[in-house]
């Protein structure tokens, strides 16, 4: 054997390990997964189906931009709860920059969102209702405002019922429904149709629906936290069109939701959230594709019920994060407030508590009870934002927020403390990094007490002098 | 278990590879150099002698001085078990700042247009001011309350002083620096970050506080060592000598409760406890009543407890005698 065969022989084995490396353990694209249902005979190839959470998905988007420019409460309603009629796709829309492939929400899934929302009460929002009547009521409200925007009571509807719809509707769905119970072993089992006359599982099926819900691109995986944000946000049409085909198609190539979210993180390099969900979404399909249409072992079972938790907790930890970081704008939009009254200003601070609230309230939806903890969530937030009683935006007099509703359905008011408020965005803060673990920390107020104590190091050396 | 022996050891390799660390390899080759220079000049001796007398077997090798290797893997051991459970300096620095929140004394924010390096600076000298005289006032504390005493014995019970002798402490009294670290950086921390902002620094070199590798690198292992490095008497009126603190551990009870501070003398000066360093040879140690103090490591653990305990229950069979520190 000679030198150069054996220099050969390196190259190979190098070639292949790096191509094994870029690889991984194997998939990292979401589909196509063959069909395995028994004594199937049609012309079906793939099994991965999602597209009615895909439309829910549109509708949402839609909803959000509908309150956004006072489409009028009966149009805004069709993106709630569906209609027979076109709904046009209000975003994404197509533009040059970023094509996409459908215009009409119906085209894609003829669905609704108010069918899936949570029904389990939501004690942070006034008036004691389930999460599906509040975003009802806060859809109602939204019409009666110009733009959603309703500064008396420090309101921006737009980012309540967007925010709240994305946990009480889509995480709730995949958390506390196709990732919960549908895991079960009698239920929507592996060696049956989802339902009657369909092509794939019943496993398989409930696990896609779960990774509708989660919003990501079914190619996300293999992409950058930053080339997954600007696809979100329309700016990268070259990293969202998987296939080539000169269009984004909005059923697998693009980013929604809370999937968005996680990039948005991860694009601070500290957290993985994105690639760890979507992949534990892939891995989990991939053992269910290999069971091959028999009913799942129970060991089977056990790694796709390891994988949702991952998915869930990783999902959670997302939505914390958000409530970190928008506890922290509120602070930082009061601190500019407390020195004097700037309508601007204010808006800003109207639509980040609305962020906050919305993102807080879907801590509530999962499977599991938050308990004390939601209380305290709740505790802190309260029902509203800290505003002016002389005029809102002048949080220097008369100070109150919202703490209720009275019969007639208006708000009331209790008076309010500024000071108070930021400290408990403070607090909240502070507890969503005891509870939750947030490690990327957006807009961390306490950042300065960490950083100086981290300098200062700890005095456990115990040196007696 | 493997995974404790490697906090534990971690933790003992940072003891002596951390600038951060007082017994960091960097200050004691810079404890050594002076040392050495100092021997050589004020003794007029060669360098070989000067070496022979640091290393003097009769003080590393003594029995004191195997206590003091005892004392410090126990005390490392037990550190870092309780570490987890420790309060820290971010609880604290996070309570107070939250109850910064709602005084209105001093707005949040009210100085942060300041400049970086004079925000700096104030927070670097503030924070270095405030914890020599924290760690004055503890000691002085140590020494003035009887049931404190009991524990602080455990740091005079040492009759060879090494730079190993720095750590020589009761697990209870290293708890109470602890909790005096904890609260002067929580304190220090949560008000300069009220004042002046989340930009407040730390003047550091190397990621040590200026101040700190300053007192270290100039020899402040030497305090804890035979070395009787003396200042003029003008400097001793400010800073501490390693001398001065040498007395602080004399067994001639002309020189109890002297000497408290650590890098400054002022606290020592305002509170009348100022003794300048002498030409005296000193012995170190507790005073001849206390012989069985040292009897064992054992007791010297234990015994605190009991005495401590006795004293705070007035439960005293037979008064103290002889040349105890009575107080
Ligand atoms: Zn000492
Ligand atoms: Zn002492």
Redesign the interface.
């Known amino acids: 054997m000679s030198k150069l065969t054996i220099l050969a022989g390196f190259v190979l084995v190098g070639l292949m390990s790096t191509s094994a490396m870029a690889d991984g353990h194997g998939n990292h694209v979401y589909g196509p997964f063959p069909v395995t249902l028994k004594g199937y005979s049609g012309d079906k190839t793939n099994s991965v189906s999602y597209s009615g959470q895909v439309g829910r998905q549109l509708l949402h988007n839609s909803l959000k931009k509908a309150i956004g420019k006072n489409a009028g409460l009966d149009t805004i309603n069709s993106y709630f709860n569906g209609s027979d009629e076109e709904l046009p796709i209000l975003d994404p829309v197509s533009s040059e920059k970023f094509m996409v492939d459908h215009s009409n929400v119906n085209d894609i899934s003829k669905t609704n969102l108010s069918g899936k929302a949570y029904k389990g009460d939501i004690s942070g929002w006034p008036g004691g209702m389930s999460g599906k009547e509040v975003l009802a009521s806060m859809i109602a409200r939204s019409s009666e405002v110009d733009g959603g925007y309703d500064a008396t009571h420090g309101y921006d509807y737009a980012q309540l019922v967007s925010k709240f719809a994305m946990g009480g509707i889509f995480y709730h769905q995949a958390c506390d429904n196709y990732l919960d119970e549908k895991l079960e072993a009698n239920n929507k089992p592996n060696n049956k149709p989802y339902k009657d006359g369909a092509y794939y599982t019943g496993k398989e099926h409930s696990w896609d629906e779960a990774f509708g819900y989660w919003g990501a691109a079914a190619h996300g995986a293999t992409l950058s936290p930053e080339q997954n944000y600007n696809i979100a946000k329309k700016k990268d049409m070259v990293s969202a069109d998987a296939n080539s085909d000169g269009v984004v198609n909005l059923k697998s190539e693009m980013n929604y939701a809370h999937a968005y979210y996680a990039s948005a993180f991860d694009k601070g390099g500290k957290t993985k959230y994105y690639k760890t969900i979507t992949q534990a979404f892939i891995d989990g399909r991939q053992v269910i594709a290999d069971a091959k249409g028999e009913a799942l072992s129970d060991a089977e079972r056990n790694t796709i019920m390891g994988k949702a938790r991952v998915i869930c907790s990783n999902w959670e930890k997302v939505i914390a994060e958000a409530v970190f970081k928008y506890a922290g704008s509120v602070y930082g939009d009061l601190e500019k407030l407390k020195g004097g009254g700037d309508a601007k200003a204010y808006r800003k601070y109207v639509k980040h508590w609305g962020e906050l609230k919305g993102f807080a309230l879907s801590l509530h939806t999962s499977h599991q009870n938050l308990g004390e903890l939601g209380r305290k969530i709740d505790g802190l937030i309260k029902f509203g934002p800290v505003v002016g009683g002389v005029s809102p935006s002048q949080i220097s007099m008369n100070t109150r927020r919202v703490d209720g509703v009275d019969e007639a359905g208006n708000f009331t008011f209790q008076d309010a403390s500024v000071d108070e408020y930021m400290l408990y965005m403070l607090r909240l803060q502070k507890l969503m990094e005891d509870e939750f673990g947030v490690v990327a920390k957006n807009n961390d107020k306490l950042a300065g007490i960490s950083n100086l104590a981290e300098k200062l190091g700890s005095g456990e050396s115990v040196e007696n002098d | 278990m493997p995974e404790i022996i490697e906090l534990i050891f971690s933790d003992l390799s940072a ?1 002596f590879l951390s600038p ?3 017994l960091f390899v960097g200050y004691l080759a810079c404890a050594f150099c002076i040392a050495v220079l100092w021997v050589c000049v004020v003794n007029r001796t060669s360098l070989k002698t000067a070496i022979a007398m640091i290393f003097a077997p009769a003080i590393w090798l003594s029995r004191s001085s195997l206590f003091d290797v005892i004392c410090f893997l126990i ?1 490392r051991l037990l ?1 870092s078990l309780l ?1 987890p459970v ?1 309060l ?3 609880t604290v ?2 309570l107070v ?2 109850l910064l ?2 005084q209105v004394l001093m707005p ?2 009210a100085l942060e247009h300041v400049n970086y390096w004079i925000a700096a600076a104030t ?1 670097t000298v503030f ?1 270095f001011i405030f914890d020599d005289f924290s ?1 004055f006032g503890v ?1 002085y504390l140590m020494h003035r309350v009887p049931a404190l005493w009991e524990f602080h014995k455990f ?1 005079h019970s040492a009759e060879t002083l090494t730079p190993l ?5 009761h697990p209870i ?2 708890l109470m ?2 909790i ?3 609260a002067v ?1 929580g304190l220090t ?2 008000l ?2 009220g004042l002046f ?6 003047i ?1 070199i190397y ?1 040590v ?1 200026i101040f700190g590798l300053i007192f270290h690198s100039l020899g402040s292992n030497l ?1 804890h060592s035979h070395i009787a490095i003396r200042y003029p008497a003008a400097l001793e009126q400010i800073f501490i000598s390693p001398a001065q ?1 040498q007395l602080h551990h004399s067994r001639d009870p002309r020189h109890y409760d002297r000497n408290f ?2 890098v400054l003398s002022i606290w020592d000066q305002l509170l009348g406890s100022f003794h300048p360093s002498t030409d005296e040879e000193i012995s170190y140690g507790l005073g001849p009543a206390e012989a069985g103090f040292t009897k064992s490591v054992w007791s010297m653990y234990w015994l605190p407890f009991v005495a401590s305990f006795r004293r705070l229950t007035r439960f005293r069979p037979r008064p103290p005698k002889g040349f105890e520190r009575l107080r």
């Not at chain 2, 002798?165 to 402490?169: A, D, L």
């Not at chain 2, 902002?197 to 730390?202: A, C, F, I, Y």
């Open positions: 003891q951060r660390k007082r005390n550190f570490r420790l820290t300096q971010i620095a996070t700042y939250q929140h709602l949040i924010g927070f924070y760690r000691h740091h002798t720095v750590t020589r402490t009294e290293g620096f602890l005096r670290t904890a950086q921390i949560a300069f970050v902002g989340s930009k407040v620094d730390l550091t990621g506080s305090r603190h501070g650590v």
